[in-house]
């Protein structure tokens, strides 16, 4: 019964900005730390970001570092990724995934639950 189910992908031109959302259900979101992760073509999934259970404490990988922010509304179950600035090379499916540690998470480490991903597309 445990549901990620992510929205807000779509195409974009570089320099633009994205809002994906997470919509969780079959768990007490509140009491799970939350984390994006993202998988281009060719490659392996990586890390993005985390936050844990009550918001308190981010982590986000080098590349995105400044330019998204992730955030949680435990009152709707819903997990956030802001995407801003970006770039061609940011251009991957994005994946949501809940955890116990969002630490662990970016060493892609620790997440046990997974949605199906919604496609981002930068364009030049």
């Known amino acids: 019964q445990v549901q990620l189910v992510e929205s807000g992908g779509g195409l974009v031109q570089a320099g633009g900005s994205l809002r994906l959302s997470c919509a969780v259900s079959g768990l007490t979101f509140s009491n799970f730390d939350m984390g994006w992760f993202r998988q281009a073509p060719g490659k392996e999934r990586e890390f993005v970001a985390s936050i844990t259970f009550s918001g308190d404490t981010t982590y986000y990988s080098e590349s995105v570092k400044g330019r998204f922010t992730v955030s949680r509304d435990n009152d709707k179950n819903t997990l956030y990724l802001q995407l801003n600035s970006l770039q061609v090379e940011d251009t991957a499916v994005y994946y949501c995934?809940?955890?116990?540690?969002?630490?662990?998470?970016?060493?892609?480490?620790?997440?046990?639950?997974w949605g199906q991903g919604t496609q981002v597309t930068v364009s030049s």
């Open positions: 995934a809940a955890g116990i540690r969002a630490f662990e998470m970016v060493s892609n480490e620790g997440a046990y639950a």
